[in-house]
């Protein structure tokens, strides 16, 4: 008789957690301090099985059945077994209007060597979502993607990602993270894309910029050949670089037109040989007339193994007239290469530098 007792607690997960749903957000989350089993019942993930081809439905799907009004009414992670049932995709909806999608918890490197592959991320927009981004309506119940987080896509799931991307309209944010095999990028967004980050994409040879209002852009990894085809002016730019050049035939004017999205940079970080090599060069011809004018924090990657030699980030120093704040790292098995660099008794100063070493 004591076993029948707590028939309630005897249902599946599933079942407790459709019965959940019903709760207020409130009721909901206390249901958390029950027991150790109810702990992680309110944030259980909705899982499915679908085709390849049915991905950017299925998580379109789960997205709108969220409710910003109540947010735990229904589940907020999605677990997507896809392709032969070993590939996996989860889906998580967190605060501020973020979706991550990770496809990390699939099939492991060691199990497949990394294809090569293409990414085509483009937002198509017609007339009427045009007038809705012009004139959105207050909708509080309505999800709308705008910060977006892609994690390890492969060769798999490139083109249900290239569909998926075309539907988010609000965008304003993209991170694009440990994408193995990713080869080619090409973003072509809205003017309402911000801010673009994108991290330890070993591959990575081509960048292809078509957005026209990024603020805001943070770049880890080898260099790849970068074309801004429109012009921005980034506030915020993080290019670590300190794995050296990602393809063979780079040449300093490769580097001209990001160059140019720099000028205006109030946050910028760098390492020493994308000084010497990628900026100096372009630069020098004209060194009495290109300065940073707005760089206020710098960041700056070193990579001197025994005696440190401070000549080339001086002659950076010199060319940022009201830095106030200078954070170095000195990394010795960062990349170097042989150059024609300048001396900082060779370039003009703009500024009377007003730093300590620490």
Avoid at 164 to 180: A, G, N, V, Y
Avoid at 236 to 255: H, I, Q
Wanted: net charge negative; with cysteine.
């Amino acid at each position: 008789m004591e076993e029948n007792r707590d028939l309630f607690g005897r249902l599946p997960n599933d079942i407790i957690c459709h019965i959940i749903s019903f709760l207020p957000s409130d009721s909901a989350l206390e249901t958390s301090l029950i027991s150790s089993r109810w702990r992680g019942l309110w944030n259980t993930a909705l899982v499915q099985h679908v085709a390849i081809d049915e991905v950017p439905d299925a998580v379109a799907e789960f997205l709108s059945h969220f409710d910003k009004l109540d947010p735990l009414r229904h589940p907020r992670r999605l677990k997507l077994y896809f392709g032969e049932g070993s590939d996996v995709l989860l889906a998580t909806i967190a605060a501020n209007d973020k979706l991550r999608l990770d496809f990390s918890i699939g099939k492991k490197e060691e199990e497949y060597p990394p294809r090569h592959f293409d990414l085509q991320l483009q937002l198509k927009c017609d007339q009427n979502v045009q007038n809705l981004i012009a004139h959105p309506q207050p909708c509080a119940s309505t999800f709308s993607v705008k910060t977006l987080y892609l994690k390890s896509v492969t060769n798999v799931v490139n083109e249900a990602i290239s569909s998926l991307f075309s539907s988010l309209q609000f965008l304003e944010h993209l991170k694009i993270i440990e994408c193995d095999g990713l080869q080619s990028l090409h973003i072509e967004s809205s003017p309402k894309l911000l801010s673009l980050t994108i991290f330890d994409c070993q591959h990575l040879k081509s960048l292809h910029l078509r957005t026209s209002k990024l603020g805001s852009f943070h770049y880890r990894g080898f260099l790849p050949r970068i074309w801004p085809e429109h012009h921005f002016n980034l506030a915020d730019a993080m290019l670590d670089f300190r794995l050296g050049p990602g393809y063979t035939d780079f040449s300093s004017s490769d580097f001209d037109p990001m160059l140019l999205t720099l000028k205006n940079a109030q946050v910028l970080k760098l390492s020493r040989w994308s000084f010497q090599t990628l900026i100096w060069p372009s630069i020098s011809p004209l060194q009495a007339n290109f300065v940073f004018y707005k760089v206020k924090e710098l960041w700056w990657i070193d990579n001197e193994e025994e005696s440190y030699n401070c000549d080339a980030l001086i002659s950076f120093l010199k060319l940022c007239p009201v830095l106030e704040r200078l954070f170095v790292t000195n990394d010795p098995e960062s990349y170097c290469i042989t150059s024609t660099a300048p001396t900082s008794k060779i370039v003009k100063s703009h500024t009377k530098l007003g730093l300590k070493v620490i």
